[in-house]
Every structure is written in structure tokens, then in C-alpha cells.
T-cell receptor
Framework: GNSVTQMEGPVTLSEEAFLTINCTYTATGYPSLFWYVQYPGEGLQLLLKATKADDKGSNKGFEATYRKETTSFHLEKGSVQVSDSAVYFCARPSNTGKLIFGQGTTLQVKP | EPEVTQTPSHQVTQMGQEVILRCVPISNHLYFYWYRQILGQKVEFLVSFYNNEISEKSEIFDDQFSVERPDGSNFTLKIRSTKLEDSAMYFC???????????????FGQGTRLTVV
């Protein structure tokens, strides 16, 4: 089937802590994979993407590696900041083109 | 940087009333989408639109919903008779290519928060 599963939140971290948000997907073939971020009161922004297996997407200190062996696309950041507090969505396209989102993971970073 | 704009940012309406949510996609984009997010839940696909017709719609997108691109710049979502359960954040998105192919990025608007009372 077509699905995206994220770890449940909320995730609460102290500033400068290491972040991992897990994401796994089901798919036939190897779709592109995306992480979107939604800051408080704002819309969805593309954070990073990977278009093929073993690709690593990166942006703003965040990274995610497309792992076909484990069908995963975990989001990581070495040192989070208060300004990273947001909701993070893992997503992949369906074979008809629409985006399928995970349920979202809320990250709260405390000073 | 080009962006997708949505108006209004917040709409309050009485149950049974019609609402129109407006979006201005990025000007050279060809594919348009509406998604919704009920508070605290996941982002759900509603409809995709290409070449002046619906290319796909979800089971949520029933006869109460319609979309239109009336003038080549606006892309609207109409809900004919709103229900309490239509309360959600509605996001418009656009992209240059369809199918979210390998090098496509979908650009999202800021959303319209619809509250049905």
C-alpha cells in the first residue's frame, strides 16, 4: 500500500540536543521522499528531499538519508535550536501524484 | 521568491453556509492541489487539478466541494453547505510538474483556517 508512518510526538528536547524523528514508508518502487516543516501559525515548507535510494537530503542543519533496505527516511539534526520548534511531516508522492503525509511530529525545543 | 498566497487567513462561517477559499498559485505552475488538516491530525489530500479539470480527488471531496480556476490566476475551493466537521486548515499547493516526479517540489500556501459554527 501507500503509507507514511512517523514516530509519535511530541518530542521535547533541550537546546543543542540531538534530534531524530523516525519515518518509514511503504511503496512499490522508489518514490521521492520529503520532509516538510510547519512553524507555528505558518504553512507547510519543504525542508529537504531525496529523490533516489541512498541520497541524503540536507537543509538548515537537518539531514535525512533515503534507506531502501529499511524503507526509512529518518530526520536528524545534531544540535537543535529553540527556533526549530515546529511540526515536521514526512511525505512521499503516490503513483498518481498526490502527496501522502505522515501524521506529523511536534518538536518543542526548550532553552 | 515566488509564493502561493491564500485568502482569507481565517474564515468563520455558520453551518449550512457556502464558503469560497481562494488561492493564487505560483504563476508558471501547472498543477494545483487542495489539502486539509483537521486540528491535531494529519494533512489529507482533497483534490488535484490540471489543464482545467480535476485529475484526482479523494473520498473526502464529495458533491459539496468544487474547485475552479476562473481567470488563469486564482484557484478556488468552494464548499456549498458547510458542516461542523469541515472545520480545518485548508492548504493550497502548486507545482510545475505533476506526479511529484523526482525533481518536483510542491509549494504550499499559508493556509486558511475555516471554522464552522
Amino acid at each position: 500500500g501507500n503509507s507514511v508512518t512517523q514516530m509519535e510526538g511530541p518530542v521535547t528536547l533541550s537546546e543543542e540536543a540531538f534530534l531524530t524523528i523516525n519515518c518509514t514508508y511503504t511503496a512499490t518502487g522508489y518514490p521521492s521522499l520529503f520532509w516538510y516543516v510547519q512553524y507555528p501559525g505558518e504553512g507547510l515548507q519543504l525542508l529537504l528531499k531525496a529523490t533516489k535510494a541512498d541520497d541524503k537530503g540536507s537543509n538548515k542543519g537537518f539531514e535525512a538519508t533515503y534507506r531502501k533496505e529499511t524503507t526509512s527516511f529518518h530526520l536528524e539534526k545534531g544540535s537543535v535550536q529553540v527556533s526549530d520548534s515546529a511540526v515536521y511531516f514526512c511525505a512521499r508522492p503516490s503513483n498518481t501524484g498526490k502527496l501522502i503525509f505522515g501524521q506529523g511530529t511536534t518538536l518543542q525545543v526548550k532553552p | 521568491e515566488p509564493e502561493v498566497t491564500q485568502t482569507p487567513s481565517h474564515q468563520v462561517t455558520q453551518m449550512g453556509q457556502e464558503v469560497i477559499l481562494r488561492c493564487v498559485p505560483i504563476s508558471n505552475h501547472l498543477y494545483f492541489y487542495w489539502y486539509r488538516q483537521i486540528l491535531g491530525q494529519k494533512v489529507e489530500f482533497l483534490v488535484s487539478f490540471y489543464n482545467n479539470e480535476i485529475s484526482e480527488k479523494s473520498e473526502i471531496f464529495d458533491d459539496q466541494f468544487s474547485v475552479e480556476r476562473p481567470d488563469g490566476s486564482n484557484f478556488t475551493l468552494k464548499i456549498r453547505s458547510t458542516k461542523l466537521e469541515d472545520s480545518a486548515m485548508y492548504f493550497c499547493a502548486s507545482s510545475w510538474t505533476g506526479g511529484f516526479s523526482r525533481n518536483t517540489e510542491a509549494f504550499f500556501g499559508q493556509g486558511t483556517r475555516l471554522t464552522v459554527v
